[in-house]
């Protein structure tokens, strides 16, 4: 059975996100889920926009970001 959102016409990575805003916390000391989003766009971007790598570029926003906030 499909969930509301992938009804509604969400992609899969943005499902993911939806439910990762649903059922994680945010960190305190780390990016937020919006920081998170901007930087895996800008990975996609920078790759010339070619799909099928949209978990590859979340993980890598995270680790990046993650490794940002512990330098802080």
Not at 12 to 31: K, R, S
Not at 47 to 71: H, S, V
């Amino acid at each position: 059975m499909k969930s509301k959102a992938v009804a509604a016409g969400m992609g899969d990575l943005e499902h993911e996100m939806a439910e990762a805003e649903q059922t994680q916390p945010e960190v305190a000391n780390g990016p937020s889920l919006e920081e998170i989003r901007h930087r895996a766009y800008e990975l996609y971007v920078e790759r010339a926009c070619i799909d099928g790598r949209d978990q590859d570029d979340w993980l890598q926003a995270e680790r990046e970001l993650f490794d940002k906030y512990q330098a802080l």
